[in-house]
């Protein structure tokens, strides 16, 4: 039979444990949403690359999809009994993992969230995260700006229902839109007679093109585009591109990633509000190894940054060019 992630992280974890508790050596858990998304790729990049400069040893885990709560929960338990003091999550489900976590933090382990908090964001001891609805003003002031007065027909092409961070990004997009928009503690979507048409793409680009598709059925004269993030910026584009309709289309999304950004130097994306998560790793990974060390635990919200990534600057709209982008992509700020 062949193992699973799950299995192999159980396996690896309870082999290694035994060594772990003789040498002393801080153990921490690094948990994403998946394994193949760019985003946690880099985030994980950062972890190991910290962890070997401070001396710790990392478990890494990740549900298969995202929204993989169960997956996420196993490899949580998996790292428990391997040792580690400090986990560090990119929550998939912001409440259902929520059990998981103050279980884990009853037995004394430090659970900080990167990226995405839980519902509620107290349920773990950190977050390092970008300040998503920023993030979302950014772009919404970039699309506004970049529209020039037009009357706006807006596709979302957002995350899931009720996740914390998709809708930070997409009421903060409406807010810097100049729009009504519910503050940055609702987790529901703010809507207003601008939007066209509203889908979830689950940030993949696969499911971001279908979405882009669908919404063009509905709204063939779309002008302004704001996806979750840059693989569903770029299945909206491939969408748009098929109706022949990518060159009067502004398409403004989140993560800043080095292939994002290229998609900026190329047209594909207007402008994306760029976020760090080799940081968000590293800050988590020290803030572990001082605990294992100290005893003492980081606690509250750290923000990591964004800054808006644009090919072409606009009046009133602070930014930074791709030359900045693509050396800044997703590492430190």
Known sequence: MRKTPALTLITAALLAAPAFAQTGQPVIGLITKTETNPFFVKMKEGADAEAKAKGAKLLSGAGKTDGDNAGQVTAMENMIAAGAKTILIT?????????????????GVMVIALDSPTDPVDATDALFATDNYKAGVLIGEYAKAALGGKPAKIVTLDLFPGHPVGAQRHNGFLKGFGLPAPDAKSNELGKDAAIVCMADSFGDRAKGQTAMENCLQKAPDVNVVYTINEPAAAGAYNALKKAGKEKG???????????GVKDVGAGVIAATSQQYPLKMASMGVAAGVDYAKTGKKVSGYTDTGVTLIAAKALPGVDSKDVKTGTELCWGAK
């Open 91 to 107: 929550p998939s489900d912001s409440k259902a993992i929520v059990p998981a976590v103050r279980k884990a933090r009853d037995k």
């Open 249 to 259: 289309v502004i398409i403004v999304s989140v993560d800043g990633g080095c292939a």
